[in-house]
């Protein structure tokens, strides 16, 4: 098949469209995801039910767009056959939606245990809750960010940030079970804020994913250094079902 200077630029213009179509159902789906953890995180705060319960239903939509993406990186590896960078921009587009659907996942999840939490009285280390919010929520605008802009240096800087988080976590973890210990009647309404402190943490593991499979795209090497953890808590494993 002979193949036009006119039609080679149809081809690679249409391939760009499909790229550009790919990239933004990401920055969708991201945008979608980081509103969610915000509403959750209100929702915690102001003891409001029913917001929570349309966060939780609104996880669909995030599910669904993932969906989307996969069926389109499926179809552009079938179709287009992409090479070298291409292949590492459409690879990677697939499993940055697949940790922006977990982030999402986890909103939801803070949500559903705040609809629970709702039913003892109030807590008074919820407030803790908004600080690791904002350290994980900034963690995942950033490496979002540094997606839409190809910016390793961006994704490694907050690749590096999720230690503190994981610190804060820590420190949160162990106020949690102190404050347990002192009252056995802070058991329940603990647990469950443990449960929503370690979603957090775990929406900053996959904010690191996210650097990572940035980083990769822009050099085509993975960052050298080994990942940092700054969580001292796995002796007691928690971590909410999917």
């Keep these: 098949m002979n193949v036009t200077p006119h039609s080679h630029d149809h081809i690679v213009k249409s391939y760009d469209e499909e790229l550009e179509r790919l990239t933004g159902e990401l920055q969708r789906m991201g945008k979608l995801a980081l509103a969610q953890l915000a509403a959750a995180v209100d929702a915690v705060i102001e003891r409001d039910s029913h917001a929570a319960s349309k966060i939780v239903h609104n996880d669909r939509t995030i599910d669904a ?9 499926v179809r552009l590896l079938a179709l287009r056959q992409p090479m070298a960078r ?43 809750l908004p600080r690791l919010a904002r350290l994980a929520q900034s963690l995942a605008e950033d490496v979002l960010d540094a997606y839409r802009n190809y910016d390793a240096d961006k994704a490694l800087d907050a690749w590096a940030r999720d230690e503190e988080l994981d610190e804060q976590y820590t420190g949160l973890f162990r106020e949690l079970l102190t404050y347990m210990m002192e009252d056995p009647r802070n058991i329940t309404p603990c647990t469950h804020l443990l449960f929503m402190a370690k979603n957090l943490e775990r929406i900053g593991d996959h904010a690191t994913n996210i650097a990572e499979n940035v980083y990769f795209l822009v050099h085509g090497t993975q960052i050298a250094q080994a990942r940092r953890k700054g969580d001292t808590t796995s002796v007691l494993p928690i971590d909410d079902p999917r």
């Design 86 to 128: 291409d292949l590492r921009e459409i690879l990677a587009a697939l499993r940055i939606a697949t940790d922006i659907e977990r982030i999402g996942d986890y909103a939801a999840n803070v949500a559903k245990r705040s609809i629970v939490l709702n039913q003892s009285k109030p807590v008074q280390l919820v407030a803790a």
């Design 65 to 73: 767009l993932e969906h989307e993406v996969s069926h389109d990186v």
